[in-house]
C-alpha cells in the first residue's frame, strides 16, 4: 500500500488496539475501533501492571518444558491445562518452538521488540491527559529459602534480560518488604530498567479519552468477519451491519483467530488464562511490583488496590474460569502474611498465546489493507506502545 490510507477499521480495544488507533491517528488516519466487550474487562486491565522488558526468553523454551511437570496445578503449581486432548496441535507446536534453535530465534525477535518497548512508552505516555501512568521504579524478586534463593540467582545470572539489570535489595530495602510480611525472605533482588503503570484502568480509561479527543469512534459492535480486496475493507457485524474502511488492523485477541481463520490464515491462538484477585484496602506500601518466585505470583500496588495475581490456565475461551484459583490466591496471600482487608474482587481473562509465544505482527500476504497485530500473551502492556 504505497499511501496512509484516510480511514483504517481498527477491530479490538484492548491496549494493543487503543495504542495502534492513537499511532494512526498521528499519521493522519480517520480511525474507528470496533469492541464488543460490555462487561469483564480486557486482559490488558487484568494484569500485574508490569512493562515486562526483562522477559527477553520466550516461555516456549528447553527450560520452560523441563520445569512443566513439576510447576503443573495436581503438584501445588501455577500451571493447568484443562482438557488438553482439544489442543493437541497446539501442544504439537509449542513443542516444536521449544528446541533450542526455535528458542534461539524467538528470544532474538523479542529482545529486538523489548529493546525499545520502554521507550515507546515513554513517548506514549507523554501524549495521555493523566499524569504519572508511568513509573520506572523497577521491580523485585524475592525468594523464601536459601536453596529458592541459590536457584533462583543461578537462573536470572543465566537468562538473557535485554536492557534490564538487577542487583541484590540493599539493606533497607529487605527490612521494608520483610516488614510487611510474615513469611521470611531469604533472599531479594531488585530489577532496574523495568516499569510499571500506576494503574491499569487509569491507564486504558486515557488511552480511550485520547483517542476520542482526537477524532476516534469507538463502537460496540461484534464483529464476525473481515474482508478485503484492493480498495477497501470490510467488517461485517453479527447484527448485518457492514462497516467499511481503507484499512483494516486485526487485534482482537483471541478472538483474532476466528477473524483471520475467515481470511484464509489458520493462526493457532489459544486462551491462556489468568486470575488475580484486588483488595480495595490494605497497608501494602509504595514498592515497585514484588514477585514471589517460588508462587509465581507477582504483587502490585495500584491507586485502586492491591493486586495479586498469578496462574497460566490453557482452556477454550467460553470455559467457565475454576473458582480454586481464586482460592489458591488467597491461601498464598494469607501465608505470605499481605496486609489487607476485607473481600477482594476476583477477576479472570484469557491472553491471547501462539505455541511459540512470539506476537504476530504484520500484513495479510495476499490482501495488502489487512495488518494483524495478536498473540502478545504476557506481554500485551509491555509491548503495547512498541506495537
Known amino acids: 500500500m504505497a499511501s496512509t490510507p484516510a480511514s483504517v477499521l481498527v477491530i479490538g480495544g484492548g491496549v494493543i488496539g487503543l495504542a495502534s488507533a492513537l499511532a494512526l491517528q498521528q499519521r493522519g488516519c480517520r480511525v474507528t475501533i470496533l469492541d464488543a466487550r460490555t462487561g469483564m474487562a480486557p486482559p490488558s486491565w487484568g494484569n500485574a501492571g508490569h512493562i515486562a522488558t526483562e522477559q527477553v526468553e520466550p516461555l516456549a523454551s528447553p527450560a520452560t518444558l523441563r520445569s512443566a511437570l513439576r510447576r503443573h496445578r495436581v503438584f501445588g503449581g501455577p500451571l493447568d491445562f484443562r482438557q488438553p486432548w482439544r489442543h493437541t496441535g497446539w501442544i504439537a507446536r509449542y513443542l516444536r518452538a521449544c528446541t533450542p534453535a526455535h528458542f534461539v530465534g524467538g528470544r532474538d525477535a523479542l529482545r529486538a521488540l523489548l529493546a525499545d518497548a520502554l521507550p515507546a512508552w515513554r513517548r506514549l505516555a507523554d501524549t495521555l491527559p493523566a499524569p504519572r501512568l508511568l513509573r520506572e521504579d523497577g521491580h523485585w524478586v524475592c525468594w523464601e529459602s536459601q536453596a529458592a534463593t541459590r536457584a533462583g540467582l543461578e537462573a536470572w545470572n543465566a537468562a538473557d534480560t535485554g536492557t534490564a539489570t538487577f542487583s541484590e535489595l540493599d539493606a533497607a530495602q529487605r527490612q521494608r518488604l520483610q516488614a510487611r510480611l510474615t513469611a521470611p525472605v531469604a533472599g531479594a533482588i531488585a530489577f532496574a530498567g523495568t516499569a510499571q503503570v ?18 476516534g469512534t469507538f463502537r460496540r459492535v461484534e464483529v464476525e468477519s473481515v474482508h478485503g480486496d484492493r480498495t477497501r475493507c470490510t467488517a461485517s457485524t453479527r447484527d448485518g451491519e457492514r462497516i467499511d474502511a481503507d484499512a483494516l488492523l486485526v487485534c482482537a485477541g483471541v478472538h483474532s483467530r476466528a477473524l483471520m481463520a475467515g481470511l484464509g490464515v489458520h493462526a493457532p491462538l489459544i486462551a491462556e488464562r489468568g486470575y488475580h484477585l484486588q483488595w480495595a484496602e490494605h497497608d501494602w506500601p509504595d514498592l515497585p511490583p514484588v514477585v514471589f518466585e517460588q508462587r509465581s505470583m507477582i504483587v502490585s500496588r495500584f491507586s485502586s488496590g492491591l493486586r495479586a495475581a498469578g496462574f497460566v490456565e490453557y482452556a477454550d475461551i467460553a470455559t467457565p474460569p475454576d473458582p480454586r484459583k481464586w482460592q489458591r490466591l488467597r491461601v498464598h496471600v494469607q501465608e505470605l502474611g499481605l496486609p489487607v482487608r476485607g473481600e477482594p ?3 479472570f481473562g484469557a491472553r491471547p498465546t501462539l505455541p511459540d509465544y512470539l506476537p504476530a505482527i504484520g500484513r495479510h500476504p495476499r490482501h495488502d489493507r489487512l495488518f494483524y497485530a495478536f498473540g502478545h500473551q504476557h506481554l500485551g502492556l509491555t509491548l503495547g506502545a512498541i506495537t
Do not use: M
Open 198 to 215: 500506576a494503574d491499569p484502568g487509569l491507564l486504558l480509561d486515557a488511552l480511550a479519552t485520547r483517542f476520542g479527543e482526537n477524532g
Open 345 to 347: 474482587v476476583p477477576w
